[in-house]
T-cell receptor
Framework: QKEVEQDPGPLSVPEGAIVSLNCTYSNSAFQYFMWYRQYSRKGPELLMYTYSSGNKEDGRFTAQVDKSSKYISLFIRDSQPSDSATYLCAMSARAGGTSYGKLTFGQGTILTVHP | DTAVSQTPKYLVTQMGNDKSIKCEQNLGHDTMYWYKQDSKKFLKIMFSYNNKELIINETVPNRFSPKSPDKAHLNLHINSLELGDSAVYFC?????????????FGNGTRLTVT
């Protein structure tokens, strides 16, 4: 079993829809949770960053972390065609020793928002 | 004014050759990384350097040798290339030693070994 599981999709939604993307994980040591967006032939870019449990909102994006269930989500409201990309969840354990900077990624979900 | 830049963007080579990928960041970060993304889009860390010191080496074959001449540069040299090395290699950087410093990625080097 992989440490981080993410449904690769693909997911296709109409413009304006609410998109829900999810990851589950098995490592209780993970404390930092991120969502990256990756356009085709580009590097991942950070969308959302959350420490521990809770919600965080940034514009049309909301990230949720439920550590008790080992489950994280990203919601995109009023989705746009420009949101079409691969969305990768990533997480890491507490700082210290050789663990810092070591992100464990999900496989990524391919999202297409059609006009 | 690209933050993390990698060269070359594409690299096609034959098995057994030796090749290098260069990475530079102008963000003033002191930690740099190499990640590998396979055909299924899984991103996995290979190495991380902090202030030119190797911090993480994730069981990567010793045909792969990172070199950090200064904290703004982290190059990757690969000896005796194999078919299985075909992937996209991403350089990244972050500020500080803490896990709460987000990574900034370059646009990748697409390596194809024939």
């Amino acid at each position: 079993q992989k440490e981080v599981e993410q449904d690769p999709g693909p997911l296709s939604v109409p413009e304006g829809a609410i998109v829900s993307l999810n990851c589950t994980y098995s490592n209780s040591a993970f404390q930092y949770f991120m969502w990256y967006r990756q356009y085709s032939r580009k590097g991942p870019e950070l969308l959302m960053y959350t420490y521990s449990s809770g919600n965080k909102e940034d514009g049309r994006f909301t990230a949720q972390v439920d550590k008790s269930s080992k489950y994280i989500s990203l919601f995109i409201r009023d989705s746009q065609p420009s949101d079409s990309a691969t969305y990768l969840c990533a997480m890491s354990a507490r700082a210290g020793g050789t663990s810092y900077g070591k992100l464990t990624f999900g496989q990524g979900t391919i999202l297409t928002v059609h006009p | 004014d690209t933050a993390v830049s990698q060269t070359p963007k594409y690299l096609v080579t034959q098995m057994g050759n030796d090749k290098s990928i260069k990475c530079e960041q102008n963000l003033g970060h002191d930690t740099m990384y190499w990640y590998k993304q396979d055909s299924k889009k899984f991103l996995k860390i290979m190495f991380s350097y902090n202030n030119k010191e190797l911090i993480i080496n994730e069981t990567v074959p010793n045909r792969f040798s990172p070199k950090s001449p200064d904290k703004a540069h982290l190059n990757l040299h690969i000896n005796s290339l194999e078919l299985g090395d075909s992937a996209v290699y991403f350089c990244a950087s972050s500020r500080g030693r803490m896990n709460n410093s987000p990574l900034h990625f370059g646009n990748g080097t697409r390596l194809t070994v024939t």
